[in-house]
T-cell receptor, first 114, second 115 residues
Framework: QKEVEQNSGPLSVPEGAIASLNCTYSDRGSQSFFWYRQYSGKSPELIMSIYSNGDKEDGRFTAQLNKASQYVSLLIRDSQPSDSATYLCAVGAYSGAGSYQLTFGKGTKLSVIP | EAGVAQSPRYKIIEKRQSVAFWCNPISGHATLYWYQQILGQGPKLLIQFQNNGVVDDSQLPKDRFSAERLKGVDSTLKIQPAKLEDSAVYLC?????????????FGEGSRLTVL
């Protein structure tokens, strides 16, 4: 059973601060890693994808991947109240049947305090 | 480009009744997924289709849930009879994985309340 673990939070940060979200995964064969943002009552939307070790930056977001430690993180710089949402870590891998699937963590709820 | 379409958005039924959800994926996406998201949890995969064939339904409660994807495009997820614990949002997603894999595109979801 593939597992993706996240702290459920809530994580509260003041406006303008850096929010740090973490995720670990169990399947060493995982090949792709995603962070989705989900506002209350809405569907998940992709904000970052990362496929190789290291950092990937996109605007205020930085994703970090360490496959040896089976660890993925998301940093949000200059946090804004509009960043308040649940952040889902998702890990992609091919199953034994050859199908590609994403396994999701339970999500971390982030609150940015004005 | 049109996104993933789902209907109905909301449905309230009593336990032991039946319900069906419909999904139309992004044009050209061969892979279609149905996920169940219970409040406070992450999405859980129920069933995955590649074109019109099932590639994984290992987490689908087959005694009450069924799904089909006719002609490799639209898909329907049915629950019969519904239980209280089926209250959740049912998310349809589609993708066109390449190489290392790709992102999933989600519909708005169908929120089911079982009373």
């Amino acid at each position: 059973q593939k597992e993706v673990e996240q702290n459920s939070g809530p994580l509260s940060v003041p406006e303008g601060a850096i929010a740090s979200l973490n995720c670990t995964y169990s399947d060493r064969g995982s090949q792709s890693f995603f962070w989705y943002r989900q506002y209350s009552g809405k569907s998940p939307e992709l904000i970052m994808s990362i496929y190789s070790n290291g950092d990937k930056e996109d605007g205020r977001f930085t994703a970090q991947l360490n496959k040896a430690s089976q660890y993925v993180s998301l940093l949000i710089r200059d946090s804004q109240p509009s960043d308040s949402a649940t952040y889902l870590c998702a890990v992609g891998a091919y199953s034994g049947a050859g199908s590609y699937q994403l396994t999701f963590g339970k999500g971390t709820k982030l609150s940015v305090i004005p | 480009e049109a996104g993933v379409a789902q209907s109905p958005r909301y449905k309230i039924i009593e336990k032991r009744q039946s319900v069906a959800f419909w999904c139309n994926p992004i044009s050209g996406h061969a892979t279609l997924y149905w996920y169940q998201q219970i409040l406070g949890q992450g999405p859980k995969l129920l069933i995955q289709f590649q074109n019109n064939g099932v590639v994984d339904d290992s987490q689908l409660p087959k005694d009450r849930f069924s799904a089909e994807r006719l002609k490799g495009v639209d898909s329907t997820l049915k629950i019969q009879p519904a239980k209280l614990e089926d209250s959740a949002v049912y998310l349809c997603a589609s993708s066109t994985p390449t190489g290392l894999g790709g992102e999933l595109f989600f519909g708005e979801g169908s929120r089911l309340t079982v009373l």
